[in-house]
């Protein structure tokens, strides 16, 4: 069973079954409709190359025709000339004039308009000077027109190549999705197309397969290549619990996963759309070239015949005039102007997709050119969200081994943060837990217990006090570790305190190094978070940042946001969680780490595939070096051929000069957005 790659069916690859080569893969259809939708491209692209080899053949043959031969031109030499010149002008050049009309009936202009009047000009007074040759004598300018249309056409082509290129980023992408799935139906295990799979199915995927859809792994240990997705080239280790994305590759160990997301809702599904609305959605600059060029187009049209005019009542020479009539259309047409953004944001979105970094749109790119400041949320973003024992006090003669033996098994079953963290330590630590004889939680303040027949009490200074055990003799040990911004817990063992436990939430990899890298930049930092000012000082301080805004409330984000730009900053907001999503929605550009919610994801104009903070930095990197390229790119397309305009209207330049011009400006376009390619993010 094969995939249609258009509608998503799947389709028996039979020999009589709809399908298409196309560079060396083969694709199946369920119908001719999407056999012809997915073709469309490809076919245009085909009859564009045809049309430019069309036009490049004739117009080479022309230009020999006409100077390489006797200066006065024979009749039949002339007529052949008109016969090629014609094909060239109506054949490959319709769709000039399609583009014309269609700006005409919009009341706009257009570069097509610009280059229809020009080419027309030329092929029309080379027209009457061959039929008419004792009222239009001189020389013949079907070269001109010929070319000049080659030239344009060529240009078009590397545009296409450019949009392929970039959409092989889908393609790739979408080739990945799995087409089956083996689930697990009745306790029998059944091998169907991955469009039966739902929420909620155990599947079983073995080494070497791709995972069929989103899920968790609830049985089994593995190492999962995520390359396509994150970026990462390391596969990483899989267990229960962990997330698992569809389409990655199962390495080494047998999995059972549950799915937990299908069909458009994967993942994967999810960044092919991301990519495509991406590299289709017009960034503003984008708009802002759209409107120059309907003014530019008619003040080049009128600066044309002003010129022609000149020469022809000024200086009666209607020759020159024509000559520079057309060079000034030809020369000063900026095809590239149309090309200079659209071909930097497809090749850069197309380079943060292979990355693990997706951009919704070329605003978001354009806004994260500006910002000026990034705020942090501090819990699951700079941290990793979950708090971790890092410190065991000993008070008694007790040992650290028998301290976590007796709380860990105390919170045995607990569901508390704290509770979880203390038995995952003695997971580590290779520690065989004791269920309790007995448990109580005291909500807020801790839990008692009685372990192997000793009375346990895990908590805070409250529950301890309350219970009336004293503190006082190790009061200032337990302060120091609260300045150091650790949650401490008090381990009281048959009413006699034994240690004191250390807990924080730690920092992410890389989190130190994401600040720094930002802050050489010049951007300002700004870490915000509902933690005590306290202890969101103490995380500040080991990541450098001296902007902290803390004991906020999840609702108080989005006004910290606002606040933060009436003050003149352009904001990016980076966060994980529910309580993110509106901040992240009011900020210039929010930056969402996929690892977090749905609802955060959502909100946000860039999403980091792979958790790994440093895609913060190349994010930001990403935008700034595309829009430097569209900047770069709109230099080429419109000051280089707008400052050839004087000297074409004062007849210096032939038009074919200009047409050639015109053509490697569209080439230096391409060129320039193309090294985006080799651009390295870290």
Known sequence: MAKDPVCGMFVEETEDALKATVRGRTYYFCSETCLKTFLMPEIEVRKLKMMTIFSFALGISIFILTWFSTPSLPVNNSLLLFFMATSVQFIAGWSFYKGMWHAIRAKSANMDTLIAIGTSAAWFYSTLATFLPSVFSGELYYEVSALIIAFVLLGRLLEHSVRRRASDVVRKLMELQPTTARVIWDNVETVVPVEKVRVGDLLLVKPGEKIPVDGIVIDGHSAVDEKIVTGESIPVEKEVGDKVIGGTINRSGLLLIRATKVGADTTLSQIVRLVEEAQTAQAPIERLVDR???????????????????????????????KSFIAVLIVACPCALGLATPAAVVVGVGKGAENGILIKGGENLERAYNITSVVFDKTGTLTKGEPTVTSITLLDDMNEEEVILLAASAEFGSEHPLGEAIIKKAKELGIELIKPEKFEAVPGKGVI???NGKHVVIGNRKLLISMNLRLFEFEETLRKLEQEGKTVLIISVDERPVALIGLEDILKEHAAETVKQLKS??????????????????????????????EVLPSEKLNVIKKLQLEGRRVAMVGDGVNDAPALAQADVGIAISSGTDVAIETSGIVLIKDDLRNVVAAIKLSKNIMRKIKQNLFWAFAYNASLIPIAAMGYLNPILAGIAMALSSVSVVTNSLTLKRLKLR
């Not at 060029?293 to 005039?321: D, R």
């Open 521 to 550: 930049m010049g951007l300002e930092v700004i870490m915000l978070t509902g933690d005590n000012e306290r202890t969101a000082k103490v995380i500040a301080k080991k990541l450098d940042i001296e902007h902290v805004i803390a």
């Open 292 to 322: 120059v060029a309907s003014y530019f187009v008619p003040a080049v049209v009128s600066i044309s015949i002003i010129a022609f005019l000149t020469w022809y009542l000024l200086f009666g020479n209607p020759l020159l005039g024509l």
């Open 449 to 451: 217990a009685t372990v």
